[in-house]
């Protein structure tokens, strides 16, 4: 028995597979085209509480189905593929070793292509926590508004080598603060530790199942490069408090670092502090202009 008395049909499959595909997604390229809608004005909208991650989130979701599929075909167009090549090549190959050989290219794509996809579900998953975490953290800084203080979200920004973005940064009567937001999943604990309760010593973040700096170099970081940006937009020198919010978890501070750490609950009160007013109406406006104009970025 060979290939070549069924070659027509496994020829078919694949060709319907490939016609069926690229005719919808022809359809809906012509579809898009024809209405030449567009906006009624060119929007410049601020960027919003975890407007990076937002925009992740939503672009996931649109892709979903076709990540999804796509990751799923693969392995039957490498097989088909590999099977088509046998068909042409060696149409004398034993059905057996023929269909051998097809199932293992089919094995060895599906694990890759199963990986690359549970990755993406999961990103997915982090970032849609994230987008929660910081949403919660800008509800949390609303009252402050009431106070003179400027609050902006997702700010842009670029260092020596890479593009990142802070997520919240408050300009007031006592001066500027950074807010990084790290929302992170509660879990099994260890002994003799509770599970919604991380404990900051100063220098580390002690877990339920372990103790790291996720977050602290990172705030600490981020509120210097601000430093500096401010300085080189409007001449003020003034510093930048590092504060890392953790929406969801109780925080124990048993010691003061450069960093300071709460829950998103005490968040606004961490921004005012008990420091007494160390920038003017005309600074807090100018250094408020100055981010208004770099965060004014988001279009539809």
């Known amino acids: 028995m060979n290939f070549a008395k069924d070659h027509w049909a496994f020829v078919a499959v694949a060709a319907y597979l490939l016609l069926f595909m690229g005719g919808v997604v022809g359809i809906q390229v012509w579809k898009i085209g024809r209405r030449r809608e567009r906006p009624p004005v060119a929007f410049k909208l601020l960027r919003g509480p975890g407007e990076t991650l937002r925009g992740r989130v939503a672009k996931s979701e649109e892709d979903f189905v076709f990540r999804i599929f796509g990751a799923a075909l693969v392995p039957v167009f490498a097989a088909l593929a590999v099977l088509g090549a046998l068909i042409v090549i060696g ?97 099994r604990a260890r002994s003799g530790f509770k599970d919604h309760v991380v404990v900051f010593d100063g220098q580390r973040l002690i877990w339920p199942w372990g103790e790291d700096r996720h977050g602290l170099d990172q705030a600490k970081a981020e509120a210097d490069w601000l430093g500096k940006w401010i300085y080189q937009r409007t001449g003020i020198d003034t510093p930048v408090k590092p504060i890392l919010a953790l929406p969801g978890w109780w925080v124990e501070a048993k010691a003061r670092g450069t960093v300071t750490v709460v829950n998103s609950k005490s968040i606004a009160s961490a921004v005012e502090g008990n420091s007494p007013r160390t920038l003017t109406d005309q600074q807090i406006d100018l250094i408020a202009r100055q981010l208004d104009a770099l965060c004014r970025d988001v279009e539809y």
């Open 91 to 187: 149409p004398s190959t034993p059905l057996s070793i023929g269909l051998g050989v097809t199932v293992l290219v089919f094995l060895v794509t599906l694990i890759p292509s199963a990986r690359w996809a549970l990755r993406d579900l999961l990103r997915s998953r982090d970032d849609h926590l994230g987008y929660l975490g910081e949403r919660e953290v800008a509800e949390q800084l609303q009252p402050i508004s009431a106070k003179g203080y400027r609050v902006f979200h997702d700010v842009p920004a670029e260092g020596d080598k890479t593009q990142f973005n802070l997520d919240h940064v408050t300009v007031g009567p006592t001066g500027v603060a950074l807010i990084e937001t790290k929302t992170r999943r509660k879990g």
